[in-house]
Structure formats: C-alpha cells, structure tokens
C-alpha cells in the first residue's frame, strides 16, 4: 500500500493520498510525480502545475480556484485554492430525463413490526414527548423509572425513549417559521417504531398545546421553501388561550398534563404517568416481529465527521445500497442542504418531474435566503476536521457528499419537518448539523439509519438503529467497537463499491430484524435530538 494515491476521475489535477501514513516528500507517485512536500492521508496532490486563477479539478468537477502557483506534486489545500461560486439555481434547467428500466428486487424480507397505518418499525418503543421544555425534568426521571420498574415485565418492548425539546413557550407560536418545529415535534411522534403509542407530558400553560401534537389527517399543510404558504384551519385550531387542562378529548389516553388539579405533589404526577405508561406498554407487548417486505425500509442516508474518503467509498458505497433499497420498493432520503447546494447541478436532472426539480431548487433558495440572514454562508460548514481530513472547502465536500443518493430518480423533495409522501428516493431538507439532521429525518419517517464517518463520531440515536459506516480502515480499526461497517477496502480496490453496497444492504436487513445490534444500541450511546427553529422567540 506504500505511494497510493487515488485519482477519482479521468478530468482531474488533483489526486488523493491514500496511504494510511501519508507521503512523504520525494515520494513517486502516478508513474513519476515527486511530491514536493509531505501530504497527509486524504490529502490532494497536484497532478500538474496550476497557475494563478486555474480551476482545481476533483471528481471531474470544479472545486476551486487556485490562488498561487501550485507546482506539480504539491500540497493542494484550503489555503492555497479559493472557493468558487455556488450553482447560480435560475441557470439550471430542467429537461424530463429518460429513465432506464431497471429490474426490481424481490423476496429481500426483514423482520419487523407491523403498523395499523401501513408503517413499519425496526424496533418496538415506548415514546414519550413533551410540548414544553419546562418538563422536561420529570420525563427524564420517569424514563428512568419506566426502564427499570415496567420494562422488565414487557420483555417484547425494546425500550423507552424520551423526547425533551428546548421549545413549547416563550416563543411566537404564530410565527410563519414556527410550523417547522411544532411539526417536527408532532411528526416525530408518529415514527413507525413507536407503534402509535406515544405518550405527551405537558404542563398546561404552555403556547404549544399538547393536541396540536396529535395526529391528524384531516388536513394536509401546504409547504413551499420550507414554510408554510397556506396553513390549514386544523392546524391553528388550538391556540394558546384555548382548552383548558380539565377539558375532556378523545385523546386523553395520550396526554397528561401535569397542573392538572388531580395530582398532590410530584409522586402523584409520576403514579399518573406510570399508570398510562402501563396502558401504553401492554398494547405495545402485543407487538412481535413478523415477516416484511424491505420495501417497508425506510432508511436516512446522512454523513458526519467527513474526510476525502467519504465521497470514494463509504458515500458511494452507501449510495448503492440506497439503489438496492429503492429497487427492492423501499424509501431512501438524502439530506443537508449545505452539502448539496454546491452539487445540486447534478441532482436537478435526477428529479423525476418538473415540479420536483422546483421544489428542490425552493429549498435551496430558502436555505440560501436563511444564510443570508444570519450574515453566514455555505462556507461555514466545512469543519476543521474536515480539513484535516482533506476536504478543502465545502464545494469538494458536496460532491462527496450527494454520492449517498445513489443513482436513483429523485421522487419527491420534503420541506423540514414534513412527513415523507412517496416511496423512493426523497430529499429531505435539513441543515448539515448531525443532530438536527437526524431529529429532522426521524420525522420524516425513517426507521433505519445509515451514517458515514471519515473523521469518527460516537453519534447515535435511541429510537432507530444507526449503522456507522467508516470511510476509511485506518478508524474502523482503531475505533473497532463504535464502527459497524468499513468501507475502507474499496479505497484500495480490495472489493468494490458493487460488492461492499451488496454487503450493506445485507447489513440493514439484519439490523432491521433485531438479528443484530449496531454499536451504539450495544453501548448505549445517544445523542440528543435538536430542533431546527428558525422562528422567533418571545
């Protein structure tokens, strides 16, 4: 493996270094190239002298503009290149692609839990989720309580998760921008793997009412740039003057209101909660994992803590396990708008109609809109471990990035907080943060997640399994009991991205079928979930 570089297109003028110790200076590389300098691994190389003002060309695209001389076999990095112009969205056209026939998959099954809606879960979980922070002390100890004093008498419930949020009062409940978190809040309690018994604690002054929470299809709110263009009479139809705590609903069996006049002290509380808890838990316990198609998959595709190697192996990798999903009738969905606005070039002719290529360019343009706003940009996101790990600047990191999608037609595009309406490819709008990402796509429904890392993180989530998929062999091995899958061997054509997408999809199906745990269900590690709240506070 000594003097590896990668050249990941034929277009290129830069190279990645692959060796797990990097290269040293003098190093011959590509049939004669003596590298200047020493370059770290993940790190560019230049294939050729750039002058001053020269496109710097990655994945056949490019990434940036060099700003000095940069001599054959130097270093190529976010000092020496400055950043191009993101993709000007009023410049991308659409034309109607021409999709090929592709052969679906059949009789690929997982095991999983079958819902009254048509959904399925991969885990059996008691949800519990609040309207307001203010409780959030008191569903922490119930949770607690819950785990140890009722879980062990329903052995076919996986667990209980609470959702504590920094939202409910003090804020502008009104506020166009308020919709995306009270329905996030209100959609991540509908996730397939609670079974639709979720439990909401509220405290019974907050703006945020419990109902609002509650499903309800009567009404479909209508999005545009992730805002609403025209809220429907179900959704305002609790405001925060309206239904007084003693008020009876059809959906008492689902909240609990801790001011509620009934209750003498804390004990009194907790003796409530636990005993809808119990009714929540034996309905759940009837729950068993049965035979399901993988076209109930519904799986998020998200990467963080990434370097140079995610865009080669673990994004393409995951990318084609994300096409065997769609073949077999599954759903995938992409996310993070800033890593894709600088590709969404490429992504626009992958949209299955006009109306979804619009779509896609609305979100782009509201998030360029939101950046603005807060007098930031795109460029913002690249981390400094990012850069440590190769990726230059955010227009590189991108076009690794959007490989995840896979090649599939692009079937709908969903607003923040929006529930998925359509099997297959989706992009999901979300900012790029991990954790928002992910609180965001588990309202869209997701019940399985895959996440890439280049750089490591011990990100995970309590409420859908999290298979962590390392781009590179180097952290597989040193972080060998947080990563579930490497996808490091196709950087040096030990398998391909074929056969690795192969083995993960395998993986997901086992996962799915609670065959096998991924390493943070083992170790229990979660992070947790964070509202996108663009609306203002009070």
């Known amino acids: 493996m000594q003097n590896i570089v990668i050249k990941t297109n034929p277009n290129d003028n830069v190279a990645i270094v692959a060796s797990p110790t990097g290269l040293k200076r003098g190093a011959i590389v590509l049939n004669g190239i003596v590298l200047e300098e020493d370059i770290p691994m ?245 729950r068993k994992r049965e035979t399901c198609s993988a076209a109930d998959l519904v799986v998020g595709m998200q990467c963080g803590g990434s370097d140079a190697f995610s865009g080669l ?36 002719p992958r949209c299955e109609t006009e109306e979804v290529a619009q779509k896609l360019k609305d979100e782009m343009a509201w998030y360029d809109n939101y950046l603005n706003q807060g007098k930031a940009d795109r460029s913002a996101n690249t981390t400094p471990g990012n850069k440590g790990g190769g990726l230059s600047n955010i227009v590189e990191k991108a076009l690794g990035s959007v490989v995840k999608s896979g090649s599939s037609p692009i079937v709908d595009v969903i607003s923040p907080g929006e529930k998925i309406r359509k099997k297959g490819l989706n992009f999901v709008a979300t900012p790029a943060s991990d954790f928002v990402c992910g609180t965001l796509q588990l309202a869209a429904g997701m019940n399985m997640h895959v996440f890439i890392t280049g750089r490591g993180t011990p990100y995970g989530l309590n409420m859908v399994p999290v298979v962590k998929v390392s781009s590179n062999t180097k952290l597989a091995n040193r972080w060998h009991d947080l990563i579930d899958f490497d996808a490091g061997p196709v950087a040096f054509g030990q398998k391909t991205i074929e056969e690795m997408g192969w083995e993960l999809f395998h993986l997901i199906l086992e996962i799915a079928s609670g065959e096998k745990k991924v390493a943070t269900d083992k170790l229990g590690l979660y992070n947790d979930l964070v509202l996108f709240n663009p609306g203002p506070l009070t």
Request: charged residues 20%.
């Open 42 to 286: 993940g790190h560019k190389v230049s294939l050729q002298t750039l002058n001053e003002g020269d496109a710097v060309i990655r994945y056949g695209q490019n990434i940036g503009f060099a700003n000095k001389i940069i001599e054959k076999g130097s270093w190529v990095n976010e000092s020496n290149i400055s950043m191009p112009q993101a993709p000007n969205l009023a410049d991308i056209s659409y034309v109607q692609p021409k999709v090929p026939q592709v052969e679906s998959l059949k009789d690929f099954t997982f095991q999983g839990f079958k819902n009254a809606d048509g959904s399925v879960g991969t885990k059996n979980v008691l949800g519990i989720t609040t309207s307001v922070q203010c409780v959030a002390g008191i569903t922490s100890f119930i949770e607690n309580k819950i785990r140890k004093e009722l879980l062990p008498l329903y052995p076919n419930v996986d667990d209980v998760v609470a959702f504590n949020h920094s939202y409910g009062c003090g804020i502008a409940i009104d506020a166009p921008a308020a919709i995306i978190p009270i329905r996030t809040i209100k959609h991540i309690a509908q996730n397939p793997n609670f079974g639709g018994e979720i439990m909401i604690i509220g405290l019974g002054c907050e703006k945020l009412r419990p109902e609002r929470l509650l499903p309800d299809t009567r009404n479909q709110l209508l999005v545009t740039g992730g805002l609403v263009s025209k809220q429907s009479d179900s959704d305002n139809q609790f405001s925060s003057n309206q239904l007084p705590i003693n008020q009876s609903t059809n959906n008492q069996s689902s909240i609990l209101y801790l001011q509620d006049e009934r209750f003498e002290g804390f004990y009194e509380m907790v003796d409530g909660i636990m005993e809808m808890a119990e009714r929540h838990l034996q309905k759940l316990n009837q």
């Open 313 to 348: 192996t673990g994004n393409p990798v995951s990318g084609f396990a994300a096409d065997l999903i769609v073949k077999a009738g599954g759903t995938v969905f992409f996310s993070e708008v800033t890593e894709v606005r600088d590709a969404i070039h490429l992504l626009v």
